[in-house]
Nanobody
């Protein structure tokens, strides 16, 4: 079975930084997309950043220049380094994975983690 386990969320002041991790197990496909989504209360789940091992990296406009996605293939772990955090970044952050290309819609992703809460507040 595929499992995605996120960690690293927490409470941080505006302007601060956090690094999220997503440890993947049981996912052995040679062409894949792994992504970070977030969902704030009352809002739709949106893709923040995505990594495809053949096509590269993409970011949502709202996080470009502040967030960095990376992937350690040996550890099978996906990271999201978040800097210059803003109150509007407050959300539950989810790791997701699928075989093949990265798509925008959450429904296109097969595997999901349980989420980790990020709260940006003074």
């Amino acid at each position: 079975d595929v499992q995605l386990v996120e960690s690293g969320g927490g409470l941080v002041q505006p302007g601060g930084s956090l690094r999220l991790s997503c440890a993947a197990s049981g996912f052995t496909d040679s062409w894949y997309c792994m992504a970070w989504f977030r969902q704030a209360p009352g809002k739709e789940r949106q893709k923040v950043a995505a990594y495809n091992n053949y096509r590269g990296i993409t970011y949502a406009d709202s996080v470009k220049g502040r967030f960095t996605i990376s992937h350690d293939n040996v550890k099978r772990t996906l990271y999201l380094q978040m800097t210059s955090l803003k109150p509007e970044d407050t959300a539950m952050y989810y790791c997701a994975a699928r075989v093949g290309l990265c798509y925008i819609e959450p429904v296109s992703f097969t595997y999901w983690g349980q989420g980790t809460q990020v709260t940006v507040s003074s």
